[in-house]
């Protein structure tokens, strides 16, 4: 199963580009996420839309709409954090699309609950383009050893287990351990190259040392 929640303008289209990328069947879920107050039809029109398509592919096909309170920033990423925690499945959540308030609360949301999503996407008001999007692991906590190990592969990438334990002067045992969990936290990415793994940091990495 899968759980789009996006947001939601007056262009139905980047939902479109979305529901093409991933694919979408019988079961799966839509959420579209609208202000609490507004007059404008262009946003039902889209609704509507979206709608539609859903039951031209397969009626079981789920649409919700999930309003927020747009005067209150605070309670919409509370009420969006919540969201993404209690969705199903696969949740592929797009950052595109709606009043720019309501996409400042679900990004930080989206932050806050990665581990969460399986796939966040962009819709570029550039080139029209719908790209995916790697959010770092922000909320990782990280021993200073662990930091340490970050520092290092940052100032050495590529490198190597044995080569961070000959800079640091740490056993390879405790380097081994230690980028196994950090990339758990998304903070180092493994490549096995022949019989050594060739380490690299990301973005939630450069975020946290």
Avoid: C, W
Avoid at 50 to 63: P, V
Avoid at 88 to 97: D, E, F
Avoid at 155 to 180: H, M, Y
């Amino acid at each position: 199963m899968k759980t789009y929640i996006s947001l939601s303008g007056f262009d139905s289209s980047q939902i479109v580009s979305l529901i093409v990328k991933y694919g979408i069947e019988g079961g799966d879920l839509i959420i579209l996420i609208r202000p609490e107050d507004e007059t404008d039809t262009r946003g039902e029109q889209t609704i509507q839309a979206i709608r539609d398509l859903s039951r031209q592919i397969d009626s079981s096909i789920g649409l919700q709409i999930h309003r927020v309170n747009h005067r209150d920033f605070e309670e919409m990423v509370v009420s969006l954090k919540d969201l993404i925690e209690n969705a199903k499945g696969q949740v592929i959540s797009n950052l595109s699309g709606g009043p720019r308030e309501i996409f400042l609360a679900f990004t930080i949301a989206s932050l806050s609950r990665s581990d969460k999503i399986f796939k966040t996407t962009g819709y570029s008001d550039i080139d029209r383009s719908l790209s995916e999007i790697l959010l770092p692991n922000i909320t990782a906590a990280l021993e200073e050893k662990q930091k340490q190990i970050l520092k290092d592969v940052f100032e050495n990438q590529p490198t190597t287990i044995g080569d961070i334990a000959q800079r640091l002067s740490v056993s390879e045992s405790t380097i081994s351990r230690q980028v196994a969990r950090l990339a758990d936290q998304k903070a180092l990415d493994l490549v096995q190259k022949g019989k050594t793994k060739e380490i690299r940091i990301t973005l939630t990495g450069k975020l946290l040392f």
